[in-house]
């Protein structure tokens, strides 16, 4: 029988996602369901405080400014902190914000708050994201993301059927429906931070659910995987890099993506002419089916060329549904085209985030996710603004929905050309391992020198298997 310590690279590696994974999935859902109330607090807040929509909806996106000027420092805090107390901070201080968000008595103490919001929950995102890259190999770590996105796809699920039925809690106890969509939504965040501080390991050497054969086994796993062309250096320099610049504005459309669809969809529905729970009943099912494809599809993307596919494929599917969600005329066929889109925005983000942590190490890969998350996420912004004004140009509640169309085609064609790019790298490399096999047979002196340095380069020298 197999000892604890003596456990395969596989078997160690459920064992860690089993302690991490379900703590982390259950933050990353109270942090979703935060973002999302205020597009359920929306269908009755508007009118009680006498706002018009785009006022409302700038509102909203404040909460977007306040997380990019602060998603850096916070991250490198997290960093130099570790990411056990900084994220129970984070917790604490957000969880408070949205309590006092159910107490808004005017619209600039709505937008005070929600930038504070932001401010609040600045680095939990790309601190989470950077902390399982320290704990999970690169072959590992589109299925542990996949996992983790499980999150915003079950909080968008549960979080429309919690806004729909606390709407209707108006009047409980002298608070209006609205309030307690927030003060609701706010208090977990809190009641999270002492499990955080208590449950969550710091680093592989302070996990006491390891041993010490164990934590030495990963830690050889995570040195093995360090990329050799991975940055190091002055964290800030993200800023003005290239490569984050580029993973940040394809973010960006991700982020306008998703914060419109989740913002507007309560909206749309509620054109439909339906109660506040059947609202909420019928937005949890484009992030029901979400969850359904997580659970299968991030565990076949082992590959960078594969995962450029998937990317190319679901942004020019979603591109096709949300072109028909507004242009059908039947109301059931254009709430079945939402529902695909919907998913297909989900799935994008388990592809992305693999991709990321294979150019930077260290402290300066914690700034980068930071940076590429907190520019990224002023699609959060654009979406929640222009979801509104589309609507108002056009007289529509279903135009809108061009507007995620608009970026999923764009995230659809480009994953098509980091297609052909990875056939193009993938190829010089194989041409690399044919020249090396030649030097080989013709005898040339130590010709496994450059055999090894080919299995170097090649993208799938690192999921051979390792001779014993």
Same mark, same amino acid.
Not at 50 to 70: C, D, K, Q, T
Not at 312 to 330: E, K, M, P, Q
């Given at each position: 029988?197999? #000892? ?19 703590? =982390? ?40 400014? /306040?997380?990019? @000027?602060? $998603?850096?420092?916070?991250? @490198? ?39 504070? !919001? ?31 996105? @499980?999150?915003?796809?079950?909080? *968008? ?11 209707? &809690?108006? +009047?409980? =106890? ?35 659910? =390891? #041993? ?40 960006? &459309?991700?982020?306008?993506? &998703? ?13 439909? +002419? ?6 909420? !009943? ?6 029901? &089916? ?10 076949? !993307? ?28 039947? *109301? ?14 989900? !799935? ?6 693999? @991709? ?17 998350? #907190?520019?990224? *996420?002023?699609? /959060? ?11 108002? %140009?056009?007289?529509?509640? %279903? ?30 490399? $194989?041409? /690399? ?21 080919? =299995? ?13």
């Amino acid at each position: 029988m197999q #000892s604890q310590s003596e456990l395969s690279e596989d078997q160690l590696m459920k064992k860690v996602a089993w302690r991490l994974m379900p703590l =982390l999935i259950v933050m990353f859902l109270v942090s979703f369901i935060d973002r999302q109330n205020v597009g359920f607090a929306k269908l009755d807040m508007v009118h009680a405080l006498h706002m018009s929509e785009a006022a409302y909806g700038l509102g909203a996106s404040l909460f977007f400014i /306040g997380y990019l @000027l602060f $998603e850096i420092p916070s991250t @490198l805090a997290l960093h130099k902190y570790g990411a056990r107390v900084w994220l129970a901070r984070i917790m604490f201080t957000w969880g408070a914000v949205t309590i006092l968000l159910g107490f808004t008595s005017s619209l600039p103490m709505f937008y005070v708050l929600r930038f504070m !919001l932001g401010v609040a929950e600045a680095g939990f995102y790309p601190g989470v994201i950077y902390y399982l890259t320290l704990w999970f190999p690169q072959i590992y770590r589109t299925r542990v993301l996949g996992v983790f996105t @499980l999150g915003s796809a079950l909080a *968008n699920m549960l979080g429309a059927l919690v806004g729909g039925l606390l709407l209707n &809690l108006n +009047g409980t =106890l002298g608070l209006a429906g609205w309030q307690w969509v927030f003060i609701a939504t706010g208090a977990p965040a809190i009641l999270l931070t002492l499990i955080v501080m208590v449950y969550l390991p710091g680093s592989i050497d302070e996990a006491k659910f =390891l #041993s010490a054969a164990q934590k030495t086994k990963l830690n050889d796993m995570m040195r093995r995987d360090a990329p050799a062309n991975a940055t190091h250096g002055n964290p800030l320099a993200a800023l003005w890099d290239v490569r984050v610049l580029l993973f940040a504005a394809t973010y960006m &459309l991700m982020s306008t993506s &998703l914060y419109g669809v989740t913002y507007w969809l309560p909206t749309l529905v509620k054109g439909f +002419g339906v109660s506040s729970t059947i609202n909420g !009943l019928l937005n949890m099912m484009p992030w029901g &089916l979400a969850v359904l494809l997580l659970l299968w599809l991030p565990g076949k !993307l082992r590959h960078d060329r594969v995962v450029y596919k998937a990317i190319a494929a679901i942004g020019l599917l979603g591109l096709v549904c949300f072109a028909s969600s507004a242009l059908l005329d039947s *109301n059931v066929l254009r709430f079945g085209a939402l529902v695909v889109g919907g998913a297909c925005i989900t !799935l994008l983000y388990p592809c992305f985030w693999s @991709l990321p942590p294979k150019f930077f190490q260290g402290a300066r890969a914690a700034a980068s996710v930071a940076a590429i998350n #907190s520019i990224g *996420n002023l699609g /959060g912004f654009f979406g929640q603004n222009l979801m509104p004004y589309v609507g108002k %140009v056009t007289q529509s509640n %279903v135009t809108p929905m061009l507007v995620p169309a608009a970026c999923l085609a764009v995230l659809g064609v480009g994953g098509l050309v980091a297609v052909s790019w990875q056939r193009k790298r993938d190829l010089a490399s $194989e041409d /690399g391992l044919q020249r090396a096999v030649a030097v080989q047979e013709d005898g040339s002196e130590d010709p496994g020198a450059g055999i090894d340095q080919m =299995l170097d380069l090649h993208p799938d020298h690192m999921h051979m298997p390792q001779q014993k």
